[in-house]
């Protein structure tokens, strides 16, 4: 696990760039119960005014999470989490599906060990998430 004294405010984090594909929304379904058809059936999401498909909205906020979990290695680190969701993540029906691209930043040095962790997700060229930030504790 990475240390407190190892960090410094200013640091960027190790970059994720990830691909969510329809079938990662399907097996998210499964997981959550969520099973809205704007996640998984175009001509419903279109319906309702949606370009195409939509990724979950908490799924995409655990895969911008994951820069801070990969980087701490250890998913029980993170005491607090919170994201607004500007954009939807499309996810288009083909073998490709769509790429996010999340890059953190160490924000703050808390006492006990904490950081604040500020992040930006984006898809395309749009920021799916805004106001990204996680408080990780890390070995003292």
Known sequence: ML????????????????????????????????????????????AVGLPDVIAHGMLTMAT???????WVGD??????????????????????????RIEGQVAEKLSGGRVVVDITATSGDEQVLKHVRAVALLRL
């Open 64 to 70: 911008a999470c994951r820069i801070v979990t990969e």
């Open 3 to 46: 240390g407190y004294d190892d960090v410094s405010v200013g640091d960027n984090l190790p970059g994720l760039t990830t691909r969510l594909r329809r079938i990662d929304l399907v097996m998210y379904a499964g997981a959550s119960g969520d099973y809205n058809p704007i996640h998984w059936n175009e001509r419903m999401a279109k």
């Open 75 to 100: 998913p029980g680190a993170i005491s607090s989490y919170e994201a607004r969701f500007s954009r939807p993540v499309v996810v288009p029906d083909d073998d490709e599906g769509t790429e996010v």
